[in-house]
């Protein structure tokens, strides 16, 4: 046999050799490959996830401040909508944990609280506590006549949109104020607080986080965090009143940041509690990355009551 021929044959031997080494490999990566483990396919789904999240968090944000530097007509509309959707998924939950509230009354209440808050001056006011009593005779009349209903479902529908609308309608009482630049300006200091609370939190739970706030029912929140939260809410509060925001004065700037960033975790965590009761992660699917529209807006929810308070008391609004 030639010295080519063996070169050859040995080439082959080695070429089978080194095809059965990668068949191997690939066999012993199956089972991980298959379950999403491998290297390429955890940084690919971070950054599918980081995309997705990003995009839809843009769009949320775009969407809320262009409505509010739109005008007031703008501002309850989008809130009325968001009211909505807030509810019908508090509503979705509770079926979960075996509910049955009067989502008709309730949707439309959710509904038209907003609505009747932008209405300038003290008529936005009166509307709302004139829709509130219509929703306690219309949800008493349907338990009343509706003998599979129990009174755990007449107190769901009822808090089902005072949790998701009236709570909102604060941020809409707070745009009406002011039909102008200021009214826009003052109601955006008021959600964009709660959004910079977040994501301090967030930054700051994540890098020197330790002692956990509540481990059963939000495991990732620190009070490292909490207290990081807190520091970005009163410096975006500080900072309006620093250049004259709709007259803001440090005293009430410094109130509202600190006693808004506080109830804006206690409405995440009230939130949290309520899908960890049922046994749910989001609230929805409506945000791509972020989960239900509930999820975005728990802390909105509470920091808006708060705020409007302390803004109306402070003689601002």
């Known amino acids: 046999m030639s010295r080519d021929t063996q070169s050859d044959e040995q080439k082959a031997v080695g070429l089978e050799k080194g095809i059965e080494r990668l068949e191997n490999r690939r066999e012993s990566k199956e089972e991980r490959r298959v379950a999403g483990e491998l290297k390429g396919q955890r940084v690919r789904g971070w950054t599918e996830k980081l995309i997705t999240r990003t995009l839809s968090g843009v769009i949320y944000v775009v969407v809320i401040v262009g409505c509010l530097v739109w005008g007031i007509i703008p501002t309850a509309v989008l809130l009325a909508a968001m009211a909505w959707l807030c509810c019908s998924e508090f509503f979705r939950i509770t079926r979960m944990a075996g509910r049955r509230p009067s989502e008709i009354l309730g949707l439309g209440a959710a509904?038209?609280?907003?609505?009747?808050?932008?209405?300038?001056?003290?008529?936005?006011?009166?509307?709302?506590?004139?829709?509130?009593?219509?929703?306690?005779?219309?949800?008493?009349?349907?338990?009343?006549?509706?003998?599979?209903?129990?009174?755990?479902?007449?107190?769901?529908?009822?808090?089902?949109?005072?949790?998701?609308?009236?709570?909102?309608?604060?941020?809409?009482?707070?745009?009406?104020?002011?039909?102008?630049?200021?009214?826009?300006?003052?109601?955006?200091?008021?959600?964009?607080?709660?959004?910079?609370?977040?994501?301090?939190?967030?930054?700051?739970?994540?890098?020197?986080?330790?002692?956990?706030?509540?481990?059963?029912?939000?495991?990732?929140?620190?009070?490292?965090?909490?207290?990081?939260?807190?520091?970005?809410?009163v410096a975006v509060w500080c900072i309006a009143a620093f250049f004259g925001v709709g007259g803001l004065t440090m005293p009430v700037a410094a109130l509202c940041g600190v006693v808004e960033a506080v109830v804006a975790v206690l409405g995440d965590l009230f939130e949290s509690r309520i899908k960890r009761g049922v046994g749910v992660k989001d609230s929805g699917n409506i945000l791509p990355g972020h989960g239900g529209l509930l999820d975005r807006t728990d802390s909105i929810l509470f920091g808006s009551v708060v705020a409007y308070f302390i803004l109306q008391l402070g003689g601002i609004l």
């Not at 709570?167 to 300006?185: D, E, I």
């Not at 959004?195 to 890098?207: Q, R």
């Open 111 to 233: 509904l038209a609280f907003p609505l009747a808050a932008c209405i300038p001056g003290l008529v936005g006011t009166e509307m709302l506590l004139c829709i509130l009593c219509i929703l306690l005779l219309a949800v008493a009349t349907w338990f009343v006549f509706n003998p599979r209903a129990n009174v755990a479902d007449a107190a769901v529908s009822v808090f089902g949109p005072v949790y998701t609308s009236v709570t909102l309608s604060c941020l809409a009482l707070v745009r009406a104020s002011n039909p102008g630049m200021q009214g826009a300006l003052i109601a955006l200091v008021t959600i964009g607080s709660v959004w910079v609370e977040d994501s301090f939190a967030y930054l700051v739970g994540s890098s020197i986080g330790k002692h956990k706030m509540a481990p059963r029912t939000s495991p990732n929140k620190s009070w490292e965090g909490f207290f990081g939260g807190i520091v970005g809410c």
